[in-house]
């Protein structure tokens, strides 16, 4: 096993900022009949409960939303364009704010991401698309309590390590048209298998 303890709600109970720039370096871990796999987070993006139109909840609750609207530390997964795509949700009930997970550094279960793609990948988990399929993650797993520590979940790596602001890079968010100029993507420098689109910031 390469990961320590389950994050608890506490973690995810902040605003989607702070989430996303705290889920840089943890470990999302996926569990099934075929084995495990798991990989560190290297990119996230965050969506916002007030004045983010990109938010799915924008317009308000609908039957593809509500787990938005659930207690933080549980998945919001939607499909786009026959891919799904993996966030947790963050803040209060019933205030609608997530972090989409867009990439992975694979560390169990590489032979078995790539198996999933059904071609040969040497990235297996770049972009939040290609992320679920490596990971088996799909919409049986919407509204999934991360914090049960079974099936999906996140957890701190074996030796936990602080990253400073030097260590994680800002942009905007990728494929959003809406409030598309707001900086809240964030990714670890220097890493291989984040999607470097949008131009870095700092």
Not at 93 to 102: C, D, F, K, T
Not at 133 to 150: H, K, N, Q, V
Request: proline share 5%.
């Amino acid at each position: 096993m390469n990961w320590g303890k389950v994050l608890k709600q506490e973690f995810y109970e902040r605003d989607p900022v702070t989430v996303a720039k705290g889920l840089l370096g943890k470990v999302l871990v996926r569990e099934t009949s075929e084995g495990v796999t798991a990989g560190i987070i290297v990119e996230t993006e965050a969506y916002l409960a007030q004045d983010d139109p990109a938010n799915h909840a924008f317009r308000g609750k609908t039957q593809r939303n509500k787990s938005m609207f659930g207690p933080a530390g549980h998945t919001y997964i939607y499909q786009i364009h026959q891919v799904c795509c993996l966030n947790a949700v963050t803040e209060p009930e019933n205030v609608p704010s997530a972090v989409l997970i867009r990439a992975l550094m694979p560390i169990e279960g590489f032979g078995l991401m790539q198996k999933r793609l059904k071609r040969n990948e040497l990235l297996p988990a770049t972009g939040p698309g290609k992320l679920c399929r490596a990971m088996a993650i799909d919409l049986s797993l919407d509204g999934w309590d991360l914090t049960l520590g079974e099936k999906l979940w996140i957890a701190e790596t074996k030796e936990p390590f602080e990253l400073t602001d030097a260590d994680i890079a800002v942009t905007i968010r990728i494929g959003v048209t809406a409030a598309k100029d707001l900086p809240l993507r964030f990714f670890l420098r220097h890493q291989p298998f984040v999607n470097f689109v949008s131009k870095v910031r700092g």
